[in-house]
């Protein structure tokens, strides 16, 4: 499988990945920036991508920067659709208690290829029974999870 990319501008990083086995590509940023705590800001890679047929392209936070900053992405995760050949961005959000400094060429995010399965969409006058049924949040009852009450 074949990611054709385009650098936009002379300081954006060809995604690349870390190591042997990984599952994404460190997307890095390609301009310096302040995050302040309790907001967001979409930051340029200086890429656009050109995906492989039937595929599509998840924008994903990186583990490190949620724990050690609080700062995660705020559409996670993020949708790049096959035909899009415009910049990729990464809305980043700071839930941290200081401001956070994103710098050029600094790993903000990880992008993994994932292939895509197009459904037939029927509407239907019934659908089929379940054990489950209708229910939905909470609806583990007791032996659930403390938080699903």
């Not at 907001?39 to 724990?67: D, F, H, N, Y």
Request: aromatic content about 4%.
């Amino acid at each position: 499988m074949r990611l054709n990319v385009k650098k936009l501008c002379a300081q954006a990083i060809v995604p690349a990945y870390a190591h042997l086995g990984d599952a994404g590509l460190d997307l890095f940023a390609a301009e310096s920036c302040e995050v302040p705590p309790g907001e967001w800001r979409k930051v340029r890679t200086g890429i656009a991508i050109e995906l492989p047929p039937g595929t599509e392209g998840q924008v994903r936070p990186r583990s490190g920067l949620a724990l050690r900053h609080g700062v995660t992405l705020l559409n996670s995760p993020g949708t790049i659709d096959e035909g899009y050949r415009g910049e990729i961005g990464v809305i980043l959000i700071n839930h941290g208690p200081a401001p956070f400094k994103v710098t050029s060429g600094m790993r903000v995010a990880q992008l993994v290829i994932q292939p895509v399965i197009r459904a037939e969409v029927r509407e239907v006058e019934s659908l089929g029974e379940t054990q489950r049924g209708e229910g939905g949040f909470g609806s583990t009852g007791v032996h659930g999870p403390a938080w699903a009450d």
